[in-house]
């Protein structure tokens, strides 16, 4: 009889909240009580992603070179976005790693704020927004007090760095800000964002003398607003975002009006969700409940939705990050089944790692290289980063 009720309760559950979500009920999903499962990996899964994470951090360890920096030193992102994986494990020589890398990274912070390095002859040059941006969240997530000072001018910088002017590109930020070019992306606007709502408590800290840093957060979110593509837009497009006014990163489509529009795709809708909720956008708010709806009806781990296997990783990386935030335990699918995501994602990572076979140690790398993604140091932060945010770190 127990089980039979077990049974009508988890079929009721499915069937109410396939048809709250059909009716374009606004609210998230906020699961509770047994729907709490859905959030769980198991323990045979949990065990597994264990080890796969250790595997990983010991790789990490053995790459990192004897300055602290990984990888192209010219960008200390590809720095940063390792120490970040290594402050959430318990990894045995993490504070040694750690301070390792913070090392590297302060060795790269200029007058002016920035975290970056002057790459000559490179467009966007040393992409100082980007690298200053994960570099600042990645020191704050050090916990380290010796280093509010430096996170407190990189935000002066990255405010400093937002674009206005008369045109789509107004209240976003692009990859440098010193040529002073009408450009700003998607990309670079979440990460600018992520960095600013996750550094807000230094602010705190700030002599009264000073003024404090932000950006912009209504401009901000205009520009965001702007990338997401509307209902006229198709059904395919509807919700979903794109990279920026001029570059169809998924390429384009017509819509039925027979006006050209550009494709949304995955990675791209789940970074411009989560920028909304950085900036303080209700889950409710119609902008983020159609982005979740378009990565509803998108659903898959098998490719980047739109981009096939460009940018695979940080399409885990993100949409890990995004999931969590919104607070979504589950996918609901067309046919009324649930997908427990952090499952998914922790078998595909676990089952697509390599192992290097001289030392056991485990590493990613995408075959298709845009996009550094042929860069295993960068493909392996994304992951291990990803498997946090699923072990709930």
């Known amino acids: 009889m127990e089980k039979a009720l077990s049974t009508v309760v988890i079929v009721l559950f499915a069937f109410s909240l396939e048809t709250v979500c059909q009716a374009g009920d606004t609210k998230p999903l906020n699961l509770t009580s047994s729907q709490q499962s859905m959030g769980n990996l198991g323990i045979s899964l949990e065990n597994e992603v264990i080890a796969s994470v250790n595997r990983s ?25 390792p120490v970040w994986a290594f402050t959430r494990s318990s990894y045995p020589d993490k504070d040694k790693i750690i301070a390792k890398g913070v090392k590297y990274i302060l060795s790269c912070v200029k007058e002016n704020g920035g975290i970056y390095k002057e790459v000559q002859g490179r467009k966007g040059g040393g992409l100082s927004n980007y690298n200053t941006a994960i570099c600042m969240t990645a020191l704050n997530e050090t916990g380290d007090p010796a280093l509010v000072p430096v996170i407190r001018n990189a935000r002066k910088f990255i405010a400093g760095s937002q674009h206005f002017g008369d045109d789509d590109y107004r209240g976003g930020f692009g990859y440098d800000r010193d040529t002073e070019r009408k450009y700003t992306d998607m ?46 837009s198709g059904d395919d497009n509807s919700g979903g975002f794109y990279y920026n006014p001029g570059d169809p990163k998924a390429g384009v ?20 969700m989560l920028a909304l909720i950085y900036a303080n956008v209700s889950r409710e708010d119609v902008r983020v409940q159609s982005a979740f709806d378009w990565a509803k009806k998108h659903w898959t781990l098998e490719e980047n939705p739109g981009m096939g296997a460009n940018g695979l990783y940080f399409f885990y990386n993100i949409l890990s990050k995004s999931l969590t935030a919104y607070g979504a ?39 298709q290289g845009r996009y550094w993604e042929g860069n295993p140091v960068l493909v392996t932060s994304y992951s291990l980063l990803a498997l946090e945010s699923a072990l709930g770190k």
């Open 57 to 81: 951090f010991k790789w990490l360890a053995s790459h990192q070179k004897e300055d602290g920096s990984w990888s192209d030193g010219n960008f200390p992102a590809l720095t940063a976005l």
């Open 187 to 232: 990309l670079n606007t979440f990460y600018a964002a992520e960095a600013m709502a996750r550094t807000a408590n230094v602010e705190d800290t700030r002599p009264k003398n000073e003024q404090r840093a932000d950006i912009d957060w209504k401009e901000t979110v205009k520009y965001i607003e702007r990338m997401q593509n509307k209902p006229e």
């Open 253 to 272: 489509s017509t819509n039925k009006n027979g006006t050209i529009v550009f494709r949304s795709y995955g990675s791209i809708t789940y970074a411009g």
């Open 329 to 367: 335990n589950a996918i609901p699918l067309k046919d009324g089944s649930l997908v427990n995501w952090k499952v998914e994602l922790a078998k595909k990572l676990v089952s697509s790692q390599k192992t290097d076979a001289n030392t056991g140690e485990g590493f990613w790398e995408n075959t």
